[in-house]
């Protein structure tokens, strides 16, 4: 299987900045998209920004022009980029990538994967 862990959230004044990592291992093949996503309290979970595989990029808009994703594929990590920092940002953030991995060594074997992180808390005061 393939498993997010994230790191990078805290406590920070509004205005601050953050950087959110997320790090995917296991028996990966390919990773296609991978994602940021974030639920507030008593909010459902929404997307933040994701960036496929060629470097596309796709940003909610409330956070176009402060927050930056970014990849490096050789290590399968994805980076969040959080600038001018609202409260109004404050919820648990959640990792998200897809792609197929090996669940069988021999004869080699390729099955899609949909994985999520644990989260990671974002506070945002004012």
């Known amino acids: 299987q393939v498993q997010l862990v994230e790191s990078g959230g805290g406590l920070v004044q509004a205005g601050g900045s953050l950087r959110l990592s997320c790090a995917a291992s296991?028996?990966?093949?390919?990773?296609?998209?991978m994602g940021w996503y974030r639920q507030g309290p008593g909010k459902q979970r929404e997307l933040v920004a994701a960036i496929t595989s060629d470097g596309s990029t796709n940003y909610k808009d409330s956070v176009k022009g402060r927050f930056t994703i970014s990849r490096d594929n050789a290590k399968n990590t994805v980076y969040l980029q959080m600038n001018s920092l609202k409260p109004e940002d404050t919820a648990v953030y959640y990792c998200n990538a897809d792609g197929s991995f090996y669940y069988s060594d021999y004869p080699a074997e390729l099955a899609d994967f949909d994985s999520w992180g644990q989260g990671t808390q974002v506070t945002v005061s004012s």
């Open positions: 296991g028996t990966i093949f390919s990773i296609n998209t």
